[in-house]
């Protein structure tokens, strides 16, 4: 199997980065990180990635579509991972990558598209809350869902909480996709997911346990 390459983007602190780098290892002799992409100057991803000696772009406000643009065609990967980038991807980039783009959002998708997912949660009482990794289409946090993480919500959870355990989720759920695509198991064909060539029909949702020590 040959080995794929891939960039990630971000815009803030990057920590969903530093987990997947702490475990690039792990998937090296198929999937390997080529450079990194920011909008933002102050984003501390910035010194995760000098942590790990990965080149980063950071793109001016301004110019950020066509620097976009330009970095995707420089390396032209096979995966390009939106791990905390918060700026929509013009439809035309998002075409011509259709099916190598994943996305992680901090909601149980479909429920609560976009931003405030905390405060969505907190406010309509949800009795579960979680993450989704899915493909980016050109409709924001609407693309196909490969794999969800969920956990209850327990009573007078406060947003901190959630926050913290969301993340939580978050690091188990991505680099299970990204091994999954490293390793063929996941394809996007006509907008819809096979994993080990069987048609997904309904999310899977990995059922994280709040109360087990990795959440202390
Ligand atoms: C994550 O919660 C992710 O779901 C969302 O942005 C946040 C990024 O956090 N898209 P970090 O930069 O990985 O710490």
Known sequence: MSTKSCVVLFSGNGSNLENLLNKRDETKDKLNYISAFTDNAEAKGIEVC???NLDVIVSKRDTIHEDLNKFLLNNNPDLIILSGYM????E?????YLGKIINIHPSLLPKY???NTYEKVIENNDRYQGAT???VTKDLDEGPIILQGSFPVREGMTKAELVKFTHKTEYIIFPIVVEWFAENIIQFKKGKIYLKDKLITEPIVY??????DQFI
């Open 50 to 52: 000098k942590k790990f």
């Open 87 to 90: 700026k929509i991807i013009p």
């Open 92 to 96: 035309l980039i998002v075409n011509m």
């Open 113 to 115: 598209p976009g931003l």
């Open 133 to 135: 990794v899915h493909f």
């Open 207 to 212: 059922q994280v346990n709040v109360t087990n």
